[in-house]
């Protein structure tokens, strides 16, 4: 029988980020010079991943500063998600 405190879903704060956070980080960062958003796909798996590292000043960010696909859809899906 599981315990209570097995049952918990517990964010962590990581003390450094990720490969993969640093990965959509330059992604997003490189919109600018590059003219070219992520696809959905990626910009999806890039929401997740800031949310999952707790990073909500990178992600309103990106959101902020429009270097996602459909800012105002991935919103809807990151609270979504968030709440969940």
Same mark, same amino acid.
Not at 8 to 24: G, I, M, N, Q, Y
Not at 32 to 60: H, W
Not at 69 to 77: F, I, P, Y
């Given at each position: ?15 450094? $980020?990720?490969? +993969? #956070? ?7 960062? =490189? !919109?600018? &010079? ?5 696809? /959905? ?13 707790? $990073?909500?000043? +990178? #992600? ?7 270097? =996602? !696909?459909? &800012? ?5 899906? /990151? ?6």
């Amino acid at each position: 029988m599981l315990c209570d405190l097995c049952l918990v879903d517990v964010k962590v704060r990581l003390t450094h $980020r990720s490969p +993969l #956070l640093a990965f959509c980080d330059a992604i997003m960062a =490189s !919109v600018e &010079a590059t003219g070219a958003k992520p696809g /959905s796909e990626l910009s999806t798996e890039c929401v997740e991943c800031a949310l999952n590292e707790n $990073r909500l000043d +990178l #992600l309103s960010h990106w959101i902020s500063q429009d270097r =996602s !696909v459909k &800012a105002q859809n991935l919103s809807r899906t /990151s609270v979504s998600i968030y709440l969940c």
